[in-house]
């Protein structure tokens, strides 16, 4: 299947914005003292059309971030093959009747926040279905419209992870609420993973990713600045 196709915006240039993007990760990185490889750009793909995602991963773009199982798999189809290296972290919500073509399409699955969808995890694994690297998911901000496990209850759910799934668990993610100050809920999500023995930390959107890196983000996800308005 051939990806949607439509016109980028006249003002906007993905690969140039990539460039300066990048350009902030590394000195975000380097004025907070991190040294060696810099944090991980996830471009956030999302209903962008083809010609904006082209472009970056001409420029070397190699990770990406969707939100629906259904969406990136039309997407990405046949893409593998042309694009060596290419990384798919599904970053949004995930039902658990969708675990298993999630497990086959994507390398890192950033939302799991329950244990219905750990154990749907864990039940294909045992059938020999690949499973994904995992981030547990964190509702720093306690919103309850929002996905993701509650602070008070992340270690105990990450102790499940290894003890009772034992799925390949990597790190944590969160979004905080959009209208409070971003820098907090980093500090939060660091604490948690620091005192569960976890390396990385997805955080950081297209509003305060340079503040993410600054507290420890590894990777962060950004859509609107680097693809412009959808």
């Given at each position: 299947?051939?990806?949607?196709?439509?016109?980028?915006?006249?003002?906007?240039?993905?690969?140039?914005?990539?460039?300066?993007?990048?350009?902030?990760?590394?000195a975000?990185?380097?004025?907070?003292?991190?040294?060696?490889?810099?944090?991980?750009?996830?471009?956030?793909?999302?209903?962008?059309p083809w010609?904006r995602?082209k472009?970056?991963?001409?420029?070397?773009?190699?990770?990406?971030?969707?939100?629906?199982?259904?969406?990136?798999?039309?997407?990405w189809?046949?893409?593998?093959?042309?694009?060596?290296?290419?990384?798919?972290?599904l970053?949004?919500?995930l039902?658990?009747?969708?675990?298993?073509?999630?497990?086959?399409?994507f390398?890192?699955?950033?939302?799991?926040?329950?244990?219905?969808?750990?154990?749907?995890?864990?039940d294909?694994?045992?059938?020999?279905v690949k499973a994904?690297?995992?981030?547990?998911?964190?509702?720093?901000?306690?919103?309850?419209?929002?996905?993701?496990?509650?602070?008070?209850?992340?270690?105990?759910?990450?102790?499940?992870?290894?003890s009772?799934?034992?799925l390949p668990?990597e790190?944590?993610?969160?979004?905080?609420?959009?209208?409070?100050?971003?820098?907090?809920?980093?500090?939060?999500l660091?604490r948690?993973?620091?005192?569960?023995?976890?390396?990385k930390?997805?955080?950081?959107?297209?509003?305060?990713?340079e503040?993410?890196?600054?507290?420890g983000?590894?990777?962060?996800?950004?859509?609107?600045?680097?693809f412009?308005?959808?």
């Open positions: 299947m051939t990806p949607q196709t439509a016109s980028p915006t006249a003002d906007h240039d993905p690969v140039a914005a990539r460039a300066g993007i990048l350009d902030r990760i590394a975000a990185a380097k004025s907070s003292g991190r040294e060696g490889t810099p944090p991980t750009l996830v471009a956030v793909s999302k209903q962008q010609s995602v472009p970056v991963l001409e420029a070397g773009q190699r990770v990406f971030g969707e939100n629906r199982v259904q969406e990136a798999s039309e997407r189809q046949g893409q593998r093959d042309l694009w060596p290296g290419l990384e798919l972290r970053i949004g919500p039902q658990s009747n969708k675990a298993r073509a999630a497990m086959e399409l390398d890192v699955l950033e939302s799991v926040d329950r244990d219905s969808l750990a154990r749907a995890l864990a294909f694994q045992q059938k020999g994904p690297r995992v981030f547990v998911q964190v509702n720093t901000g306690e919103e309850p419209q929002k996905a993701g496990v509650w602070p008070k209850e992340a270690d105990a759910f990450i102790a499940r992870i290894r009772d799934y034992q668990l790190g944590l993610m969160c979004i905080p609420p959009a209208e409070e100050p971003a820098g907090p809920h980093f500090a939060l660091a948690i993973a620091a005192r569960n023995g976890l390396g930390l997805s955080m950081g959107m297209s509003g305060d990713f503040i993410a890196v600054r507290f983000a590894t990777s962060v996800r950004v859509g609107a600045a680097l412009g308005a959808r």
